[in-house]
């Protein structure tokens, strides 16, 4: 008797939470595929929680046709519904990418991007949607994606323009020291030709000085030898 109290425990432990979920009648479905408790999408990127009156709809890697909310019993007031991301999730449909007549909170530390007529249901978005919930992205279209794009492209572009104003640069000062240094030895030789050519008078006249008193000196001890 006692074993099989026990085995009614370990059974009603067991279908406890499906209990509670199906107290919830919530599922998302992603085209022919329902998402439920223990029931995940077949590819195992899309399962789904409860707990109360919250339904978290969890997304890794997810990368499929347009998600739906349907109710399969009476509607519930209060509800909390969630969508967690991880990893890169994205959703294409012809139509709606997230049809869901209340407000859905993301969190988790993936992505998601939406490409669709109207991306989700609740919103005013048209042809993309673009959800980060880690760095505060919740916006129409990939402007996030577009600028990235153009701030590498700007960057490299300023990349070659400093490589390319940088090595001019570096061959004209290279030049300019290479005609610098010939120019200034020209201009010591110059200097060094007019001091040569301003000292050679001086010298040369010295020297017909010395001469001529050298002249003039025995010009005049012979004189005063023939009295």
Request: hydrophobic letters at 35%; proline letters at 4%; one cysteine or more.
């Given at each position: 008797?006692?074993?099989?109290?026990?085995?009614l425990?370990l059974v009603?432990?067991?279908?406890?939470?499906?209990a509670?979920?199906a107290?919830?009648?919530?599922?998302w479905?992603?085209?022919e595929?329902?998402?439920?408790v223990g029931?995940?999408?077949?590819?195992g990127?899309?399962?789904?929680?409860?707990?109360?009156?919250?339904?978290?709809?969890?997304?890794?890697n997810?990368?499929?046709?347009?998600?739906?909310?349907?109710?399969?019993?009476?509607?519930?007031s209060?509800?909390?519904?969630?969508?967690?991301?991880?990893g890169?999730?994205?959703i294409?449909?012809?139509?709606?990418?997230?049809?869901?007549?209340?407000?859905?909170?993301?969190t988790?530390?993936?992505s998601l991007?939406?490409?669709?007529?109207?991306p989700?249901?609740?919103?005013s978005?048209?042809?993309?949607?673009?959800?980060?919930?880690?760095?505060n992205?919740?916006?129409?279209?990939?402007?996030?994606?577009?600028?990235?794009?153009?701030i590498t492209?700007?960057?490299?572009?300023?990349?070659q323009?400093a490589d390319s104003?940088y090595?001019?640069?570096?061959?004209?000062?290279?030049?300019e020291?290479?005609?610098?240094?010939?120019?200034?030895l020209?201009k010591?030789?110059?200097k060094?030709?007019?001091?040569?050519?301003?000292?050679?008078?001086?010298?040369?006249?010295v020297?017909?000085?010395?001469?001529?008193?050298?002249?003039?000196?025995?010009?005049?001890v012979?004189?005063?030898?023939?009295?």
């Amino acid at each position: 008797m006692k074993k099989l109290k026990g085995l009614l425990i370990l059974v009603l432990g067991l279908l406890l939470p499906y209990a509670q979920a199906a107290s919830v009648p919530y599922e998302w479905v992603s085209g022919e595929e329902h998402i439920n408790v223990g029931q995940p999408n077949q590819a195992g990127t899309a399962s789904l929680e409860k707990d109360g009156k919250t339904v978290t709809l969890k997304l890794n890697n997810y990368n499929g046709t347009g998600l739906q909310l349907v109710c399969y019993g009476t509607g519930q007031s209060d509800m909390v519904f969630i969508i967690e991301l991880e990893g890169e999730n994205s959703i294409t449909a012809s139509d709606v990418g997230i049809d869901i007549s209340s407000k859905v909170t993301f969190t988790g530390n993936g992505s998601l991007s939406i490409k669709a007529p109207k991306p989700l249901a609740y919103e005013s978005f048209t042809g993309s949607a673009l959800i980060i919930p880690s760095q505060n992205i919740y916006r129409e279209g990939t402007e996030v994606e577009e600028a990235a794009e153009e701030i590498t492209i700007n960057n490299n572009e300023d990349n070659q323009e400093a490589d390319s104003a940088y090595e001019p640069e570096t061959k004209t000062e290279v030049e300019e020291e290479e005609v610098e240094t010939p120019n200034a030895l020209d201009k010591t030789k110059e200097k060094d030709k007019d001091k040569g050519s301003f000292l050679i008078p001086i010298v040369f006249g010295v020297l017909i000085g010395v001469l001529l008193s050298i002249l003039t000196f025995t010009f005049v001890v012979l004189k005063k030898k023939n009295k």
